[in-house]
């Protein structure tokens, strides 16, 4: 392995680079299969991701990507220099596929930093075979190895009107080999006497095919490369020119003084004028000046200006920015200020605060990312998928520029996965029976992302079957999941089942999904995020599942409240509304538990200082505030001593000794220096 | 020091080439990721000796070396091409590059060209 | 090359240098290279559902620090705080902790043959306890930061039997 490089970053560059060759791969794939035929432009991008591929795994020494993308390679240059008629899309559509997921597979495991030992043999024999059937099937010979553009034959050229040829000038010899493994000798050669008739006339060399033959280079490699020629110059400045090309090796040049040896030359040289330029003047029209405004250049595979920058850095400004908004804080709500009536001091600080908003603002859209390429992945799945099972479906997507932080794109695409498997397996139904139903043919399968005040909403959607509720309930009987009687579960109830642990048995594993694993394995990533699942249907009609995720992570605005000495934060958007109740609308149900009425409806009490034992003097509803916290369908009341007011807060996980504690998202710390607990309005109403 | 002008399309040869010319006391001046960009930014910058790639999109390295030998004569151009790719070789030689580097190259190859180029 | 004998210079530096501190008529010692700084007693937010030992957290600077009382966690009996009661901010394994402690002493150089291994006496801090250390007459028990941090298996194994 060379140890010319710190392998770490280039490592790190390759696979993502390959990465994201693959990925415009497979979109460029997918776009075309539709179109049942490839374009020009398309041909030539697949070709120059191949090499690219190509060239960079052979310089990370990974054989065996870097012959299979080689390989690749040939086959569409080969397309695209012999345009042949006929050829099955779809089987070259799965050739590259496969090779794609070929190259994903083993980039994973270098990632992992496992053996990359994937046996490339068959992909590359089945590419040969299509290669081959493309020939047969369009009449085309072999090509040769190389892969040449025509070029007129080249002769060396001497002018016609000299006597002797031989002048009063040094006629030199020189014989020479190349640096081993330096790679097309033959075209070295060629450079080399190009260069050198600036400063001499060259006479002959051996081998003479040099341009011609590319195989020339293999006698040039064993019995090296041998010229004659004369010149004006001196030994010492041949000798210098010799020493200042790159790749030459033991050089024997000698100055032929043999009268002798110099009559045999003359008799040798061949007179044989021909007309080939061997340095080519453009003509004015060949020219392409660029545009000086890059902004001209429509670059085809539809990138952006960009520039890439370090995660670690913008982790680091988004840390700042925190401390920024705690330490403005601090400084405006300081305890010194209480009392002052400071006017300019106030409109100073509204400036400041607009400011820093702004900040807060730019920062948190640098780490947005839009959704596209997390969408359109789920382009190949669908495509496999329909293949697999032998239903037609086909995918569209809505609302692909929709933007996450950074951290959910990480997390969106196996739970995305997940349900667009599920749809597919379980949820549409095969032609026949759709055809049946009087079904729309193909069916489809919807993703649709929008945002939603302080949320993205991700939809997934399907017009298959529907949700049966009798085979959920009867499968959650199964499985000892009921917990309330079934007539007294809600269609959304029960439709929330299938997202319980162990709701999938190993009864109706398929491949794809169900592996036992079933949806729990989404909402425990949704939850993960923050954020919430929530899945409606009607039977025969099809389903709806959406993902609700909140879309910043670190800084959100809060409600500051106390309990006794104890601060605590509510997240603005979880609060529906906030009142001191009086004794009418306080009632108690039969275990003694509060409830409280509000709008002719019922709900459930916490008391925040009984729940986290927190010593007050406020025990009595009327005397607190009661806030109505909503957490997806689950309303309830939190009951505190009072309110301080609303903040944004920049949310700091607990630190990991301690470990997670049920109702409590993380801190903050308020502007007087104390920290404050985030209530984590989800996992509080877990208890009720 | 030496200035250099990288052009080439993929974001990891580049950074391979660079690292190298890095550690061996070349500046790098200028990265271009197509021929387009890499006449221009000759045009700009006046590097010293620029390394181009010759399976570019927009403006491949053939393209690109035409309109800088075009631009100034005495540019030094050293072509990085990939095997199998003789013919191109010999127009860019032809079209006055300096000499070329074979994908995948190793460290010594490209500092001894270098070396040797900015001699001349 | 350079940078690993730098770092392992400072290790050398360090080795032997213990922060003493005191728990009623008892002194301990940690090894100075995992203490990051000390401060006095502060506001401390109680956090639910924590073991006794673990108080709660406070705010060093805009970090967040759990902090241990360290006489609860060695089931020694509670101590109010007064203004020279200290919190040792020590740093293993990439966790910051807070020790509260009665009072902290100063920072002494322990040579090797000065170290021997604990007794086996006292069930309930012992484990916590790495070496003992003599300095003349006196004697300080050197802490395992280790076990301090993570000894919940081996309670909950006690706990069972």
């Known amino acids: 392995m060379s140890s010319q490089f710190n392998l770490e970053p280039m490592l790190e560059l390759f696979c993502y680079e390959t990465s994201q060759c693959l990925s415009e791969l497979e979109q460029l794939i997918l776009n075309y299969e539709k179109a049942a035929s490839y374009n020009d432009q ?102 040769p190895a190389a892969r040449p553009r025509s070029t007129s034959p080249e002769q060396y050229y001497i002018s016609r009107d000299r006597g002797s040829i031989l002048s009063e000038l040094n006629v030199f010899k020189a014989k020479l080999f190349f640096e081993d493994g330096c790679e097309m000798e033959n075209i070295r050669a060629y450079a080399l006497v190009h260069h050198l008739k600036e400063l001499a006339e060259v006479f002959k060399y051996f081998p003479a095919d040099i341009m011609e033959n590319d195989d020339s280079a293999m006698i040039i490699k064993d019995q090296g490369f041998e010229l004659w020629f004369q010149s004006e110059h001196e030994n010492r400045v041949i000798q210098d020119f010799f020493d200042n090309t790159a790749f030459v090796r033991d050089l024997d040049l000698i100055l032929i003084k043999n009268p002798e040896e110099l009559m045999q030359l003359e008799k040798e040289i061949e007179v044989e004028v021909v007309t080939s330029p061997d340095s080519l003047a453009l003509s004015p029209e060949e020219i392409l000046i660029p545009n000086t405004s890059c902004g001209q250049m429509a670059l085809s595979s ?317 025990t009595d509803f009327t005397e607190g505030i009661i806030m109505m916290a909503e957490n997806g369908e689950k309303t309830y009341g939190i009951f505190v001593d009072e309110l301080l007011g609303e903040q944004q807060v920049v949310v700091k996980a607990l630190p990991n000794y301690i470990r997670k504690i049920k109702g409590l998202a993380g801190c903050t710390l308020l502007g007087d220096g104390c920290i404050s607990l985030i209530l984590d309005i989800a996992g509080l109403s877990d208890d009720i | 020091m030496t200035r250099v002008l990288i052009v080439d399309d993929a974001a ?109 | 090359m350079e940078e690993t004998l730098a770092w392992l210079e400072e290790e050398d530096t360090q080795k032997g240098k213990f922060l003493t501190f005191s728990l009623g008529s008892e002194f301990y010692g940690i090894e100075i290279k995992y203490v990051t700084e000390i401060i006095g007693i502060q506001p401390i937010t109680e956090v639910p559902e924590l073991p006794d030992y673990v108080k709660g957290i406070i705010n060093l600077r805009g970090k967040i620090i759990p902090v241990m009382d360290v006489r609860l966690r060695f089931k020694k009996p509670p101590q109010d705080y007064n203004d020279r009661t200290c919190i040792i901010i020590i740093d293993v394994k990439e966790t910051d902790i807070g020790l509260i402690v009665d009072s902290v002493s100063e920072v002494l150089e322990i040579p090797e043959e000065e170290i021997v291994s604990p007794p086996e006496v006292n069930k309930n801090q012992n484990r916590y306890i790495k070496a003992i250390g003599k300095v003349g007459e006196d004697v300080k028990l050197i802490l395992d930061c280790f076990k301090l941090l993570n000894d919940e298996e081996i309670e909950a194994l006690e706990d069972i039997q």
């Open chain 1, 302 to 618: 539809g990138k952006q200006s960009i520039i890439s920058v370090n995660v670690d850095k913008l982790d680091q400004l988004m840390d700042l920015v925190g401390e920024m908004v705690i330490a403005e804080a601090m400084v405006i709500q300081n305890p010194d200020l209480k009392e002052l009536e400071l006017d300019n001091f106030k409109k100073a600080a509204l400036q400041l605060r607009k400011i820093t908003s702004e900040v807060q603002d730019v920062v948190m859209s640098i780490r947005m990312v839009p959704l596209t390429i997390s969408l359109q992945k789920m382009n190949r799945i669908v495509r496999d998928m329909a293949r697999k099972l032998n239903k037609e479906v086909v995918l569209e997507i809505i609302g692909a520029e929709t933007e996450v932080d950074k951290n959910i794109i990480e997390h969106i695409s196996d739970p995305l996965m997940h349900l667009v498997r599920n749809a597919i397996d379980h949820g549409i139904e095969d032609p026949q029976a759709r055809k049946e139903k009087g079904k729309s043919l193909p069916a489809k399968v919807i993703i649709e992302a929008k945002s939603a005040g302080n949320d993205v909403l991700i939809m997934v959607k399907d017009n298959g079957r529907g949700l049966e509720k009798e085979k959920i309930l009867k499968r959650a009987r199964d499985n000892g999941l009921l917990s309330k009687p079934e007539t007294e579960m809600s269609e959304r109830e029960i439709f929330n089942l299938i997202f319980a642990p162990g709701f999938s048995t190993e009864a109706q594993v398929t491949e794809y999904s169900g592996r036992g694993v079933g949806m729990d394995v989404v909402t425990k990533n949704i939850e993960k995020l923050g954020g919430t699942v929530l899945i409606d249907s009607i039977p025969d009609e099809g389903t709806i599942i959406t993902l609700k995720i909140p879309l910043t992570l670190a800084i959100i605005s809060g409600m500051n409240v106390k309990v006794g000495s104890s601060f605590y934060t509510i997240p603005i958007t979880s609060i529906r509304e906030s009142f001191r109740p009086v004794a009418k609308e306080i009632i108690h149900d039969p275990e003694g538990y509060g409830m409280v009425m509000v709008r002719g409806e019922c709900y459930p009490i916490i008391r925040l200082h009984e729940k986290f034992q927190v010593q007050t003097q406020v």
């Open chain 2, 12 to 120: 990891f040869m580049r950074a391979a080439l660079r690292k190298i010319l890095d550690n061996n006391g070349y500046e790098i001046v200028g990265e271009a990721e197509n021929g387009a960009v890499g006449v221009k930014k000759y045009q700009e910058l006046q590097p010293d000796i620029v390394t181009m790639d010759i399976t570019m999109p927009e403006m491949d390295g053939l393209e690109a070396l035409k309109n800088i030998r075009q631009f100034d004569p005495r540019a030094k151009v050293i072509m990085i091409s990939a095997m199998g790719q003789e013919s191109l070789v010999k127009e860019s030689v032809m079209y006055g590059a300096q000499t070329f580097i074979v994908k995948p190259f190793n460290e010594k190859y490209v500092v001894e060209t270098l070396a040797k180029i900015i001699k001349k």
């Open chain 1, 42 to 143: 398309t041909i030539d991008e697949i070709f120059r991701v191949m090499h690219n591929i190509k060239s960079s795994a052979a310089m990370m020494l990974f054989n065996h990507i870097s012959t299979l993308a080689h390989n690749m390679e040939d086959l569409f240059f080969f397309i695209r220099e012999q345009d042949p008629e006929i050829i099955d899309y779809a089987a070259l559509s799965d050739l590259v596929l496969e090779a794609a997921d070929f190259i994903k597979l083993e980039i994973e495991k270098i990632k992992n930093e496992d053996e990359a030992d994937g046996n490339n043999s068959l992909l590359i024999s089945n590419i040969q075979d299509f290669l081959a059937y493309l020939q047969k099937n369009n009449l085309i010979p072999d090509l």
